[in-house]
């Protein structure tokens, strides 16, 4: 969706046949663990996912037209590709972030953000491998580095330099810093090495 634009929900929900709806959602969980004796405290997982086709993305999927929500569409089909560990959580409409729609297409893509407990975060990661979509357009769960190593390059910087499907690494960051995860200007700082990188 790389000429995509942000629009309402409730216009995008006016939008009839041959559009198609896209819903994925980002799946945290608070995390008091620490790496290397305490030095560097995590705070939070995020997860996202390895695509089909090598590209990182939130999970989710294009929901079917006889989803009686938007909601219920997606929980359906984070069952498909994350398997039953995401039966201990429903995501509902408060859990709702943006919407994008890319005229080329014809889809509109919702995203939320999802807060679990991380007991339930790593039930998804220990059952996605029995997911029914798993090892097809599901290749492997992988967790956020949410911090920045002392050489300024490991860690997150380094996750960002990855292929992402469409705005996945924008949405990423922009809601890591509203739900303040990430300070403002660290978020600023990394988007700066992302445009810096798109300009060599």
């Not at 409409?93 to 339930?120: G, M, P």
Request: charged share 25%.
């Amino acid at each position: 969706m790389a000429a995509a634009k942000t629009v309402d929900l409730a216009e995008a929900l006016a939008l009839g046949p041959p559009w198609r709806h896209l819903c994925y959602v980002m799946l945290y969980a608070p995390n008091p663990k620490k790496l290397f004796g305490g030095r560097i405290p995590l705070r939070y997982s995020v997860l996202m996912y390895m695509r089909f086709d090598g590209r990182l993305g939130f999970p989710g999927g294009f929901v079917s037209d006889n989803s009686p929500t938007l909601e219920d569409g997606l929980n359906d089909e984070l069952l498909k590709r994350l398997g039953e560990g995401v039966s201990t959580f429903s995501v509902v409409h408060n859990d709702y972030r943006s919407t994008l729609s890319d005229d080329k297409s014809k889809v509109v893509a919702h995203f939320y953000t999802k807060c679990l407990t991380l007991e339930q975060l790593q039930a998804v990661e220990a059952k996605a491998p029995l997911a029914k979509d798993y090892g097809l357009e599901v290749f492997g769960l992988v967790r956020v580095p949410l911090y920045i190593l002392q050489d300024g390059v490991g860690g997150l910087p380094a996750f960002l330099e990855n292929s992402f499907i469409g705005a996945s690494r924008e949405q990423l960051l922009e809601a890591l810093q509203d739900l303040g995860i990430l300070d403002p200007e660290t978020i600023s700082i990394l988007k700066e090495r992302i445009i810096q990188r798109r300009l060599r």
